[in-house]
């Protein structure tokens, strides 16, 4: 599967962004999806993910309460709307597609197979 992961930019501490991660294929449905981000300097991190369903989510702790992961797999479309957004939120936001089921696997970017390309979310202060 295809991930083209778009709706980043640039944006005030406090204020918000949606991204929105479309895929190529309706077998998207098949996929849990994940969410991560790397800021300069650091190692690719974990932020959310949510299962084929959407009934299940789970969330880095540093992002808890101000982060929401959904999908709508009619539109073969998974997002991330971030609230309260702060200046380390910073960095290149991922989505990713993965099999595995089981939310414990899913903050590990090893078991994702499909990646998307990244968009840039910079927070100004």
């Known amino acids: 599967v295809q991930l083209q992961a778009s709706g980043g930019g640039l944006v005030q501490a406090g204020g918000s962004l949606k991204l929105s991660c479309a895929a190529s294929?309706?077998?998207?449905?098949?996929?849990?999806m994940g969410w991560f981000r790397q800021a300069p300097g650091k190692e690719r991190e974990f932020v959310a993910a949510?299962?084929?369903?959407?009934?299940?989510?789970i969330y880095a702790d540093s992002v808890k309460g101000r982060f929401t992961v959904s999908r709508d797999n009619a539109k073969n479309t998974v997002y991330l709307q971030m609230n309260s957004l702060q200046i380390d939120d910073t960095a290149v936001y991922y989505c990713?597609?993965?099999?595995?089921?089981?939310?414990?696997?899913?903050?590990?970017?090893?078991?994702?197979?499909?990646w998307g390309q990244g968009t840039q979310v910079t927070v100004s202060s």
């Open positions: 990713a597609a993965t099999t595995v089921v089981g939310s414990a696997y899913w903050t590990d970017q090893d078991y994702y197979a499909y």
């Open positions: 949510v299962s084929r369903s959407g009934g299940n989510t």
């Open positions: 294929e309706r077998a998207f449905r098949m996929y849990n």
